[in-house]
């Protein structure tokens, strides 16, 4: 597939570069770029607020629970939606006077099934090419490229209303690659997919962005799934910016203890509660804050003092779904 040249890497940024004069030494150009952007529908409903976020290139999620507004902000990148106020560019284009220069560099996944089941795969995809512009010969042997790709080829001829869940969404991944894009906006791409499903679809992500160079955006409700892929996060709640930042900051060792033992669990909770250390739970596991350098051996102590089978004794790692729980105890704010 003939795709554009590598986009090279960047940050992910909340807000405009500092001081707001101009480029600074390695500042990357965004792919999407928003200022107070707003969408209120009828009946008092806010959808996004205020929400303000620089994204570089990379593979990016955009991640918050259902109704968090994460398909409006696709939708009003792609020119579909007019915000209520604020500013919205992508790939450099003004959202509201550029929307058909967005959509011809944009690919687009759904999240919804909206595909005709009495065409063929290698019609609709090819169809889709010639919507963004290819000549009919392109679109055919773009639309053959895509599906060799997602891994339909064999299958490219069958109608779509025979496809299985998996397949489907696979054809909605091919045409959103047919009109080789610079940017891919991803919306629950592994929605209705089992484990099997959903794991060779985040493979096929990861390897758009990473061996075609192709920016991408990736929505999701599925955190552990995000986590798997993305360079960059955007957690959105309730339409505002929780943070935005990279992966590796995100999921960064943490001042928390994680203690598993192979049993016991309850009697070794006890034993650190009277030590002054409040463990919690945490699945089978018991989590400390880590006050000081002492907490390693009264964690270690009271162990062995109770003769119990120690499986895990390490500082534990952040996750993304802490950003939306009220009970984390080293919970960061949005950046």
């Known amino acids: 597939m003939t795709v554009p040249a590598p986009l090279q890497g960047g940050p992910l940024q909340a807000g405009p570069p500092p001081g707001g004069t101009g480029p600074g030494p390695g500042f990357v150009a965004a792919v999407i770029e928003t200022s107070a952007l707003t969408k209120r529908y009828p009946g008092a409903v806010t959808a996004l607020d205020q929400l303000t976020v620089r994204v570089g290139p990379g593979i990016t999620g955009l991640v918050g629970a259902n109704g968090a507004g994460k398909s409006t902000l696709i939708k009003i990148l792609l020119g579909l939606l007019a915000p209520t106020s604020g500013r919205v560019a992508v790939l450099g284009l003004d959202c509201s006077r550029d929307a058909e220069r967005i959509r011809a560099r944009c690919g687009y996944m759904p999240e919804h099934d909206c595909l005709p089941p009495d065409v063929t795969g290698t019609e609709f995809v090819a169809h889709m090419g010639r919507m963004s512009g290819l000549p009919p010969t392109a679109a055919k042997e773009r639309a053959a490229e895509s599906l060799r790709h997602v891994g339909l080829y064999e299958e490219r001829y069958r109608q779509i209303g025979t496809y299985s869940t998996g397949m489907k969404q696979r ?84 001042q928390v203890l994680l203690v598993e033992v192979d049993e016991g669990t309850a009697l070794l909770e006890a034993e650190l509660a009277a030590r002054g250390l409040q463990p919690r739970r945490d699945e089978r596991a018991l989590l400390v804050q880590i006050g000081s350098g002492e907490t390693y051996d009264a964690v270690r102590d009271a162990v062995a003092d109770l003769g119990l089978p120690l499986n895990r004794l ?18 960061e704010g949005a950046a």
Do not use: W
Request: aromatic share 2%.
């Open 171 to 254: 054809v909605k991944l091919a045409q959103a690659l047919v009109g080789d894009p610079q940017l891919l906006l991803l919306d629950e791409p592994t929605i209705g997919l089992d484990p099997a499903g959903r794991a060779a679809m985040l493979d096929l992500v990861s390897r758009i962005g990473t061996e075609f160079g192709i920016s991408i955006l990736v929505s999701s409700h599925l955190l552990g799934e995000i986590e798997q892929i993305c360079d960059h996060l955007v957690a959105i709640d309730g339409g505002r910016l929780l943070r935005a930042d990279t992966m590796t900051n995100f999921t960064q060792v943490s």
């Open 314 to 331: 390490e500082q534990r790692r952040r996750r993304v779904e802490e950003l939306f729980r009220d009970d984390v105890p080293d919970r």
